[in-house]
């Protein structure tokens, strides 16, 4: 020690800065030569939530790499023009075509017939001679694109889903028909090179030649038909730049084409969003697991220097300062930071290997695994933030603690807050920590949310043990002697009642968020369809055939609700004098401006539509055009009453003033769009209509007669069962909702283990009481009885804790970030109740046994 006190009285020398380091760094390291015991539930929770945070990271990021060096086939060429509901006319094709080779596709839903009238909705693909220009279609049995979709024996070739066999009950070389055209299915689709560029589909794929599309005579004036005109530049000139300025020449030579235009770096823009949503959300959780394991660093800290006072007084005796402590324990935390961090970066960058390598030929994604130094960066930094900005406060309070107080540490606690200087430099921790948090992240208002959160939740923990402390103080004193000793135990110096709450609180929130999210979202897309929600939409109604499909329907399901609109698609160009790609709209508003949108013209107000800003136009309305606007959305693009909106039609730029605006009730599913215009706005567009039918008595034999009779009648016409629409979407959702699952077990693994660590640190005084209290005449039994008692009261009280804050966070996603509505889960948050006290009272009376199991006569000898 004599070393000690020279290098101490040394500092003011030149380059004592550097010498003070290099000691504090020495000591720290010889007295980690003991071992990490008590380091443990440290080391865990930081690379737990390293190891989310970094593997989903590094997952996104070579899910990304994958998307950007897969764009040009994905895309199926380096430049896409897409069109709704007309072709492309033969001087902009011939314009693409002077640029480079271009392949011709068409989407569409359509229903698909059997020979003895079995029916199913399907995504129907009709392509060109040259598709795929980059790729290849996966086959089976494999066979050329030209014999296969060609026509033989009064039938056209098509390549099928293998679910679509499964549904109707077919095999190869049957035929099936699809409007006024008969196919025959001649090979299974298992890959499409472009298939993820289309999105989300609602029926099994049907893969046709565009003569056979023509041929089923669905090419009806204003059909929901997407034409995608694909663009492969040469190979010599095939870059990105030269992509930019083929969209920039288009966009030129046909201003009011009306085109979506797609390039090879943006090849599905919304998966790409979704992707970066989705990545945005399990790192918060990854960061909620690193805050749930801050608390046991915490605690960990604590307890060390708790176990090492002896140490910490010898070092003073021999002239250490406090700031000389301090150093030396807070290089500790650092290493032990550094080796947790390190272990989950390991975890976590070996994620998207063992991804491709276990599921690779099942992912529909193509996620290219690699190291990715900036991402494990971030989450090294995370990893050490965090353990700085929890471990600062216990590490601060041994500045000022004298050493006669140390060696009274085992009789007496005078602890007391850090000095201002430790303080200042906890804060700005924890202020570069939340600056990381919401500066790097995709949607910074979600960010902040979770930032300002966590802070609420925190101190409310903090309030909730302060408070269960002061209510079990005040509680009239019982005569049963277990209940008493449990109850003072809650209060009592040293109580472990702050560490269990903090511990468990904000994983059981976080848990309780996670399924209450869960259970709403299956109820909506699974379960609970609205009272009076439609049983089928009926899309690509001819306007001519409009009136007499009404009636064919209320004569098919009597008693039923019909309604019916005119409808069109168009995109919106401009508002306010603004192009929509320079319209600064909200993370909510801002899909409105990403493609094509449903819309329709009426001299009536909407059902399920209020108007809340403007008034009506009425139905004789003849001035010029007029457009009503859902509420929500003028106000993330910062639009009012009198802003001028154009939106391209068929290829025409309709400018339409803003005459009143709407609240719509999106979730009864009735017919309804985000933009409705004055009858006169379309005169003479062609168009089709959109129908609903809303049965009083829906049952499946009625809807599959239902189906039936409209697809005998009315050909042209597609019907979509709503149920089954929900339920596909229902299946996205439900695996979405899976890895959410995935990335809270690590918050609530973090939480038990912080609180197992808790339990732990108090092991010692829980010694001394158990030994003392045996040694008075208290039976196992009834010493039992009373901790599971004081472990049951403070898990409960934190447990109703994380189900409430939970559940108020469940329902602030559900209503205003999804939109819908939600019915409180009372079973999933009764389950995590009961979870919160079996693991409490578990944890806690494992460690009260073997508390038990101590010799007296040891443990009093050494008090």
């Known amino acids: 020690m004599t070393t000690l006190t020279e290098r101490i009285a040394s500092d003011s020398e030149p380059n004592s800065g550097d010498r003070a ?3 504090a760094l020495r000591y720290a390291l010889r007295e980690l030569r003991g071992g990490l015991r008590g380091f443990y539930v440290f080391i865990a929770c930081i690379a737990l939530g390293v190891m989310a945070i970094s593997g989903v990271g590094s997952v996104a990021a070579s899910l990304g790499e994958g998307l950007a060096r897969e764009g040009r086939t994905l895309l199926g060429g380096d430049v896409a023009f897409s069109l709704i509901q007309r072709e492309a006319k033969p001087d902009e094709v011939a314009f693409l075509r002077s640029r480079g080779e271009v392949s011709v596709a068409a989407t569409l839903r359509a229903m698909a017939r059997t020979g003895d009238g079995r029916l ?11 598709y795929p220009m980059l790729g290849e279609v996966a086959l089976k049995p494999k066979m050329p694109l030209a014999d296969l979709l060609s026509e033989r024996d009064g039938a056209f070739g098509a390549a099928v889903d293998s679910t679509l066999l499964a549904r109707l009950d077919l095999k190869l070389g049957d035929r099936v028909s699809i409007g006024s055209a008969n196919f025959q299915i001649r090979s299974v689709v298992e890959t499409e090179p472009d298939k993820l560029a289309g999105g989300v589909g609602l029926g099994p794929r049907f893969l046709v030649g565009e003569a056979g599309l023509r041929a089923t005579e669905l090419l009806q004036p204003g059909s929901l038909v997407r034409w995608i005109y694909r663009v492969k530049l040469p190979d010599d000139a095939a870059s990105d730049r030269a992509a930019t300025a083929l969209i920039d ?24 969003r979704t992707i970066s949503r989705f990545t945005q959300f399990l790192t918060l959780v990854g960061l909620a697991a690193l805050l749930v394991g801050g608390v046991g660093v915490a605690n960990a800290v604590k307890s060390h220097i708790d176990r090492r006072r002896d140490v910490i007084a010898a070092f003073k005796a021999l002239g250490a300062t406090g700031r000389d402590v301090f150093t030396i324990y807070l290089t500790q935390v650092i290493v032990l930071a550094g080796i947790g961090s390190v272990i989950g970066l390991a975890l976590g960058a070996a994620l998207p290997f063992i991804i491709v390598g276990v599921f690779g030929k099942l992912l529909p994604l193509p996620v290219v695994p690699a190291l990715h130094p900036d991402e494990l960066a971030l989450s090294f930094v995370y990893g050490l933030l965090t353990a700085l900005a929890f471990g600062l406060w216990p590490l601060g309070r041994v500045h000022d603690v004298p050493v006669a107080a140390l060696f009274r540490e085992a009789v007496s606690s005078e602890w007391h807050r850090p000095r201002w200087r430790y303080l200042a430099l906890m804060a700005l921790v924890i202020a570069l920590l939340v600056a990381v948090v919401i500066g790097l992240a995709y949607d910074k208002r979600v960010a902040a949310v979770f930032v300002v959160s966590s802070v609420v939740v925190f101190a409310l923990l903090r309030g909730i043990a302060a408070g269960l402390m002061a209510l079990a103080r005040r509680l009239p004193r019982t005569r049963s002697p277990m209940l008493r000793l449990a109850i003072s135990n809650i209060y009592r110096p040293g109580a472990l009642t702050p560490s269990v709450v903090m511990s468990l609180g904000l ?14 979202l ?7 369809l609205p009272d009076r929600a439609p049983s089928f939409y009926f899309i690509d109604i001819p306007t001519t055939e409009a009136g007499r499909f009404g009636e064919f329907l209320k004569t098919t399901a009597p008693g039923s609700t019909v309604e019916d609109v005119p409808m069109l698609r168009g995109r919106i160009v401009s508002a306010r004098g603004v192009k929509a790609e320079d319209l600064k709209a909200s993370t909510d508003s801002e899909w409105v401006l990403q493609s094509d949108r449903g819309l329709t013209y009426t001299g009536e107000i909407p059902k399920g539509s209020k108007i809340v800003e403007g008034e009506w136009w009425g139905p004789d309305y003849n001035g010029p055009p007029l457009i009503s606007i859902e509420k929500k959305i003028a106000d993330g693009l910062s639009l009012k009453i009198g802003d001028e909106i154009v939106v391209n039609v068929l290829g025409r730029d309709i400018h339409a003033t803003i005459g009143n605006m709407r609240n719509v009730d999106w979730q009864s599913l009735g017919i309804n769009f985000v933009l409705v215009f004055s ?10 209509h959109i129908a609903t039918l809303t049965e009083t008595h829906p049952d ?7 189906i039936k009779s409209v697809a005998d009648a009315f050909p042209m016409v597609t019907s979509v069962r709503v149920r089954e629409a929900l339920e596909t979407i229902g299946s996205v959702v439900a695996n979405l909702v899976l890895a959410i699952r995935g990335a809270s077990a690590v918050t609530l693994i973090s939480a038990i283990l912080v609180l197992g660590g808790a339990l732990a640190a108090g092991h010692r005084h829980r010694v001394y009481d158990a030994v003392i209290l045996k040694t008075l005449g208290a039976t196992r039994a009834r010493l039992l009885g009373a901790y599971a008692l004081e472990y049951l009261m403070i898990g409960f009280a934190t447990a109703v804790f994380g189900v409430i804050a939970g559940s ?19 079973g999933s948050a009764a389950g995590v109740v009961a979870a919160a006290l079996v693991v409490t009272v578990g944890l806690g009376l494992a460690g009260t046994l073997l508390a038990l199991n101590q010799k007296p006569a040891t443990v009093l000898r050494n008090l």
Request: charged share 20%.
């Open 21 to 23: 380091s290099s000691l």
């Open 120 to 130: 199913a909705l399907v995504e129907l693909k009709a392509v060109d001679g040259n």
């Open 249 to 272: 020449d288009t966009r030129k030579a046909q201003p009011e084409a009306g085109w979506e235009i797609r390039s090879r770096s943006n090849a599905s823009p919304q998966l790409e």
């Open 507 to 520: 994983g059981l929130a976080v848990l309780v968020t996670i399924t209450q999210i869960d259970g709403n």
């Open 522 to 528: 299956r109820r909506q897309f699974l379960a609970a």
């Open 679 to 688: 009858p006169n706005a379309f005169k003479g567009a062609p168009h089709t």
């Open 700 to 706: 499946s034999a009625g809807d599959a007669k239902i």
């Open 808 to 826: 108020v966070a469940a329902w602030l996603i559900v209503t205003r970030l999804m939109t819908l509505s939600f019915v409180w889960q009372a």
